[in-house]
């Protein structure tokens, strides 16, 4: 089993910012991609930043400019900065990781417990 603890979140008044992490534990040997994804309630969980192993990257057009997403192999962490923050950003962040591999197989994919981010008016 692989385990993803994101951590980071908190509430903020809207134009600052907040760093998420999402550490990355367990017997695997790769992971193909890692992102973050968002989920205010009533509504259905959406992509909003990904990073390959090789540091491709990718944003959803609402955050894109203002969220930045970083992945540090080495510690088994991906990060997402995000600046400028709205009201529109309140949501529990959900930590992704696509692709888990050991040396021999594919293990699948997994999530992390979600952090709550909150942004103020």
């Known amino acids: 089993q692989v385990q993803l603890v994101e951590s980071g979140g908190g509430l903020v008044q809207a134009g600052g910012s907040l760093r998420l992490s999402c550490a990355a534990s367990?017997?695997?040997?790769?992971?193909?991609?890692m992102g973050w994804y968002r989920q205010a309630p009533g509504n259905q969980r959406e992509l909003v930043a990904f990073?390959?192993?090789?540091?491709?990257?990718n944003y959803a057009d609402s955050v894109k400019g203002r969220f930045t997403i970083s992945r540090d192999n080495a510690k088994k962490t991906v990060y997402l900065q995000m600046n400028s923050l709205k009201p529109e950003d309140t949501a529990v962040y959900y930590c992704?990781?696509?692709?888990?591999?050991?040396?021999?197989?594919?293990?699948?994919?997994?999530w992390g417990q979600g952090t709550q981010v909150t942004v103020s008016s």
């Open positions: 990073i390959t192993s090789g540091g491709s990257t």
């Open positions: 992704a990781s696509k692709g888990v591999r050991t040396i021999t197989k594919v293990l699948g994919d997994y």
């Open positions: 367990g017997s695997f040997y790769s992971i193909n991609s």
